[in-house]
């Protein structure tokens, strides 16, 4: 495609997008503009139909790394600008959007806004979420990228984190790249400690969600959160 006519297609598409939105847009059409947004003087269809033919949906190239984008041809460090910008306001936004909750109420909440942040990650990531006595987000921070196992998430990390942010209470929540969002005994083991140490700094550990493809798992919902409050009230007892 000419310059001149990959200018005006570019301007066609982008007119067509402030005129109705993505509404009648293919996919490709998105990461098209998306791309141009890097580099405004060069025909980004060919690159765009090339990303969806390699990473199959939408959201397969945005959630894309920079390094798996530039694999493909016409693809550098310019063009990858408009994906890491969208990737980037979309994080900022939802987060932005839970902390400005009044308050939480379940987890089927909870899942909603950290849903798409977390749904294509390649590996696993442990979030945390810093509340007041509220259930009003403080903060929000990933403390652990890679395996979650009690031998990667410090308990005592954790709760010197909570306390740092001046915490009443915490959620966790991690996601399963597999797409499954059973607990493994490792999760249950982790969230064990975790409820324990929270009883010990006095802060309460409310929920522990685990997040699959289009579903979730929630430690309280299925009573293990209590569980482990009344282990620990037993072992103090014994005490």
Same mark, same amino acid.
Do not use: W
């Given at each position: 495609?000419?310059?001149?006519?990959?200018? =005006?297609?570019?301007?066609?598409?982008?007119?067509?997008?402030?005129?109705?939105?993505?509404?009648?847009?293919?996919? &490709?059409?998105?990461?098209?503009?998306?791309?141009?947004?890097?580099?405004?003087?060069?025909?980004?269809?060919?690159?765009?139909?090339?990303?969806?033919?390699?990473?199959?949906?939408?959201?397969?190239?945005?959630?894309?790394?920079?390094?798996?984008?530039?694999?493909?041809? =016409?693809?550098?460090?310019?063009?990858?600008?408009?994906?890491?910008?969208?990737?980037?306001?979309?994080?900022?936004?939802?987060?932005?959007?839970?902390?400005?909750?009044?308050?939480?109420?379940?987890?089927?909440?909870?899942?909603?806004?950290? &849903?798409?942040?977390?749904?294509?990650?390649?590996?696993?990531?442990?979030?945390?979420?810093?509340?007041?006595?509220?259930?009003?987000?403080?903060?929000?921070?990933?403390?652990?990228?890679?395996?979650? #196992?009690?031998?990667?998430? %410090?308990?005592?990390?954790?709760?010197? %984190?909570?306390? $740092?942010?001046?915490?009443? %209470?915490?959620?966790?929540?991690?996601?399963?790249?597999?797409?499954?969002?059973?607990?493994?005994?490792?999760?249950?083991?982790?969230?064990?400690?975790?409820?324990? $140490? =929270? &009883?010990?700094?006095?802060?309460?550990?409310?929920?522990?969600?685990?997040?699959?493809?289009?579903? &979730?798992? #929630?430690?309280?919902?299925?009573?293990?959160?209590?569980?482990?409050?009344?282990?620990?009230?037993?072992?103090?007892?014994?005490?």
């Amino acid at each position: 495609m000419a310059e001149t006519d990959a200018a =005006g297609h570019r301007q066609r598409l982008r007119e067509r997008f402030l005129k109705s939105g993505l509404d009648g847009f293919a996919d &490709y059409e998105i990461i098209e503009l998306l791309l141009s947004l890097g580099v405004p003087r060069k025909d980004t269809k060919p690159m765009a139909k090339e990303a969806m033919k390699r990473f199959k949906t939408l959201r397969g190239v945005l959630s894309a790394s920079p390094g798996e984008l530039q694999e493909i041809e =016409g693809i550098g460090p310019g063009a990858v600008f408009g994906i890491l910008l969208v990737q980037a306001v979309a994080r900022e936004y939802l987060k932005e959007k839970i902390i400005d909750k009044p308050a939480l109420q379940s987890a089927q909440e909870i899942f909603e806004y950290l &849903y798409h942040t977390m749904r294509d990650l390649t590996t696993e990531a442990f979030r945390v979420l810093y509340l007041t006595s509220q259930n009003q987000i403080i903060d929000t921070a990933v403390i652990c990228e890679g395996t979650v #196992s009690h031998s990667a998430v %410090s308990p005592r990390q954790v709760m010197e %984190s909570a306390l $740092a942010k001046h915490a009443a %209470s915490l959620i966790f929540v991690h996601n399963h790249p597999s797409g499954e969002c059973q607990p493994s005994q490792s999760d249950k083991d982790l969230t064990r400690d975790l409820v324990f $140490a =929270g &009883y010990l700094m006095e802060v309460k550990v409310i929920d522990h969600i685990i997040i699959g493809n289009d579903r &979730y798992y #929630s430690f309280a919902a299925d009573d293990l959160i209590a569980r482990y409050e009344m282990e620990y009230l037993g072992l103090k007892l014994r005490k």
